[in-house]
């Protein structure tokens, strides 16, 4: 806890011509937190060399074990006001939240001073509430495993490898090499990027790896169990353990089941493959039709307009519109079997959408096997959508000016055999007429469907599960946000890499090795000093419990979006902090409030709370709105709307918290029992585009907020007092209206709280 506190006041930037911060200073040293500040001050610019040494003078002089900075928001001038390990720091924000977005009531002149005066006692109590984090300091296994011995998982064991970490690579199959291995080329992977195709250079790549002193490869075995946490695993591979700090997964894909392909012919047409029988008869010497003969035509569909019917496919007894052929008859016995069909065939269709740059890079890359391997036959491709982004445009191009690839966009509108031939019919061709392509073979697209699609386990010894959960938010996908934070999935410690992650090519693959790798050492290194890791890379506390009073309801353990509790026989919860990443959404959860931080509590929170002067009656100084702001989206776009010079009522008060998550419901009630009219709660999207750092936060918060609603019902408080706004970091220019339409709501239609001036 903060005990001797300095608070200074910055004069910069307009607050100095907007509030008397002289005066603001003496309020602090002689108002009612007096006994914590022994040192208030006001300077023109603190942030200047002048004004941090005045600062770190009193330091030395007072010693001042906080630093109360009243001057501009926390996310600007971070990396000046820092003062040693041992002097925290609270940031005020007198600039953006006071007086950039000031805006003046009629009715109730002169608010600016008393917005000042109480975020300036908001920051004090915040800060005497706040202690230094101890954190574990683990002995770190500095081990990294990499699962999947593909191009994409070699990559990322050399990348390990090469900055000094011992790596063991497993692979399921007996061989290393993955689908890389079994591609006859590939698109263009370096300059000039316009040649048909490159050799991929996998066995040069396996020798490299084999060959490699710090990589361990093991073959013909999974990963049987992941026990323990980031720093500290303990996997199971071969009925073997081993110690492991983190986790690369490049698992890689398997194609989408081809029976979604019937509308284009495959299955009943004989000279219909896809494109992964078309790469598997290139790499083994030649291009054939069903009847063994080299083709003159073979025509590549692009378009998948005819796959794109929208079919929701439940379990059964639920409305199911599955196809004719699917083994159900909807009963419950049949139940399981509909179920793998619901997670595995409709992703494989579902799946060809996230597939839409391969698949354009791929025709055009097979086009050039027949001009290769097929020397005189003549390569179509009808594309609704040519998508090559950046530098593959000059490989689109290429093809354009081979005479022996013809090009047309059009929405394919049926195929059928005519004879011994295909027949493709198209519309909406660049020339406008439809057209009808004849040719001996037709090659349609392959879903790349991420492994864990259809098994989303990694055997880990968690209480959640052995699985990532809720992986239909990313449709099989192991990846958490892809916006903000690639790599990352549900289990911290655990790195997606490669097709796993997302549909892409060896190049971006070999990107995203890379990237995996730096993620997993990052893990490891950050685990060793006690520190989180993404978002809040650095922080160095953890949820702190008071077990005594727990009642071991499990609001925690189950809440937790990464699964960083596990639990004892009798439900009390048992914490892995290497697992956690600081979302507090455990703190949010439990009803007891017996979980809170070192720096970031349900008392500090509450207090500050408490510190907002409440006016009795709307008459003597208007409303008064608590709003608590997600500090990863909410409160940078309202930063980003006071820098634009716009501006809020007046009566509002912000506060920021680390996810809505981690909310704590006494919050509310502390705030309608000092007599405030409103609770605005700003945070991430939530749903199926969700935005939230913590991917679950704002999801959570809503579904409590119905519970607090319910609560305020049977006080006789109105539950609209009590509201959750979705904000991303780029409403900044809606923001405003949104605050300024919740306090005119209130005090239109509600008016003051019933509890004011109790």
């Known amino acids: 806890m903060a005990e001797k506190l300095g608070v200074y006041i910055c004069g910069g930037c307009d607050i100095g011509a907007n509030i008397d911060v002289d005066g603001l200073a003496e309020f602090c040293a002689n108002g009612k937190h007096s006994a ?70 009629p009715q109730f002149p002169g608010q600016m001073e008393v917005i000042a005066k109480d975020y300036t006692n908001m920051g004090i109590i915040k800060l005497n509430k706040s202690r230094i984090p101890e954190p574990e300091l683990p002995d770190a296994y500095k081990t990294i495993m990499v699962v999947g011995g593909g191009f994409t998982g070699m990559k990322a064991a050399l990348n390990a490898a090469s900055m000094g970490y011992p790596v063991m690579l497993v692979e399921q199959a007996d061989t290393l090499g993955g689908k890389a291995a079994t591609m006859y080329k590939s ?65 890689g894909w398997v194609p989408g089941k081809p029976e979604f392909l019937a509308p284009l012919g495959y299955g009943t047409i004989k000279n219909v493959v896809t494109t992964a029988e078309l790469e598997a008869m290139a790499a083994n010497g030649g291009i054939k039709t069903a009847d063994g003969k080299t083709p003159n035509s073979v025509a590549f569909i692009v378009d998948t307009s005819l796959l794109t019917k929208d079919v929701s496919y439940g379990p059964c007894g639920d409305a199911c519109e599955a196809p004719e052929d699917l083994p159900c008859d909807d009963t419950k016995e049949d139940e399981e079997e509909c ?57 689109y191009q290429a093809a354009q000016d081979d005479p ?16 011994s031939s295909v027949v493709i019919k198209a519309k909406d061709t660049l020339l406008g007429a439809d057209v009808a392509i004849s040719a001996d073979l037709v090659v349609v697209p392959t879903a790349i469907v991420p492994t864990t699609a259809a098994n ?26 892809y916006i903000c934070f690639p790599y990352e999935t549900r289990r911290t410690g655990v790195y997606a890499a490669g097709c796993v992650r997302q549909p892409m090519g060896l190049g971006l693959a ?114 008064r709105i608590i709003v608590l702001a997600c500090e990863n989206d909410a409160y940078p776009a309202l930063d980003m709307a006071a820098m634009r010079g716009k501006s809020w009522s007046p009566y509002v008060r912000f506060i920021p918290v680390r996810c809505l998550g981690s909310v704590n419901a006494i919050w509310v009630a502390d705030a309608m029992s000092k007599g405030v009219d409103g609770v605005m709660m700003l945070g991430c999207k939530y749903g199926d585009d969700y935005q939230c750092h913590f991917v679950k936060g704002s999801e959570l918060c809503n579904r409590r907020k119905e519970n607090i609603a319910e609560s305020l019902g049977r006080l006789g408080v109105e539950p609209e007092r009590v509201e959750q706004y979705e904000v991303s970091i780029d409403m900044y220019d809606q923001v405003p209206d949104m605050i300024d339409e919740f306090v005119e709501n209130i005090t239109t239609n509600f008016g003051p709280n019933p509890f004011k001036g109790y």
């Open 36 to 105: 914590a500040v022994a040192v208030a001050k006001s300077n023109p610019v603190l942030c200047s060399p002048e004004g941090k040494a005045m600062i770190e003078a009193d330091i030395a002089e007072h010693g001042l074990d906080g630093v109360v900075c009243a001057a501009c928001s926390p996310r600007a001038k971070w990396d000046v006001f820092k003062f040693g390990e041992e002097v925290q720091v609270e940031r005020v924000n007198l600039r953006e939240h006071c007086v950039w977005s000031y805006q003046e009531d």
């Open 187 to 251: 698109f263009p992977l370096g300059a000039p990027f316009s040649e048909r195709e490159q050799e991929i250079g996998i066995d040069a790549l396996i020798a490299e790896v084999e060959g490699t002193e710090n990589i361990q490869v093991i073959t013909g075995a999974t990963v049987e169990a992941l026990a323990g946490a980031p720093a500290q695993y303990k996997a199971t591979v071969g009925g073997t353990e081993y110690e492991v700090g983190a986790v690369v997964m490049a698992t």
């Open 456 to 481: 989303p386990t990694m055997n880990f010894v968690y209480r959640q599960g052995p699985a990532f959960p809720d992986l239909e938010l990313f449709d099989g996908f192991a990846d958490s946000n």
């Open 404 to 419: 022996g690839v013809m090009l047309t966009k059009g929405t394919v509108t049926g195929v059928e055999e005519v004879g």
């Open 339 to 395: 179920e793998t069909f619901k997670y595995e065939d409709k992703e494989s269709a579902k799946h060809l959408a996230y597939s839409s740059e391969l698949t354009s890079l791929v025709a055009l890359k097979q086009a050039n096997y027949v001009r290769e391997l097929a020397p005189n036959a003549l390569a179509y491709v009808i594309y609704d959508h040519m998508m090559v982004p950046g530098i593959n445009e000059k490989y």
């Open 510 to 623: 070999e990107e995203d090795a890379a990237g995996a790798a730096l993620k997993a050492i990052q893990c490891i290194e950050s685990a060793n000093r006690g520190m989180s890791v993404h978002p809040r890379s650095g922080d160095l506390s953890f949820p702190e419990f008071n077990f005594m009073r727990c009642t071991q309801c499990k609001r925690c353990t189950e809440e937790c979006p990464f699964g960083a509790l596990d639990d004892d026989e009798k439900g009390t919860p048992l914490p892995n902090p290497t697992r956690c990443r600081r979302c507090g959404t455990c703190m949010g959860a439990c009803p007891e409030r017996v979980i809170s931080f070192a720096n970031y509590g349900i008392d500090q929170i509450g207090s500050a709370i408490k510190e907002v002067k409440v006016p009795d009656t709307l008459d003597e100084g208007g409303p």
